[in-house]
């Protein structure tokens, strides 16, 4: 169970984050969010190199930073930082 498992992290004070692939709905993501320190959102498939930016996810990772910011208590800052604008 994946929020066992998230809590389980937790409970040892070490951070607890998750990856998502692109085809993941930003309702499932926005489920896990309450137990996550950081999320990743894919923006290519695992695996297969060569791919090209996936300009869909960009809904997901706006309504995803829309979420975090309404539950408060997450930091983006330190990553966000160091990646491209989202237009």
Known sequence: DVDETLE???SCNIKAGLAFRPETS?????????NCDMV?????NPGFGGQKF????L??????REMCDKLGGFD???LVSQAPKVP
């Open 8 to 10: 389980f992290i937790r």
């Open 54 to 57: 996936m300009d869909e996810v």
């Open 26 to 34: 930003a309702s499932m993501v926005n489920n896990y969010l309450g």
């Open 59 to 64: 809904d997901k990772v706006r309504y995803t």
């Open 40 to 44: 990743l959102l894919m923006t290519v």
């Open 76 to 78: 983006a800052l330190g």
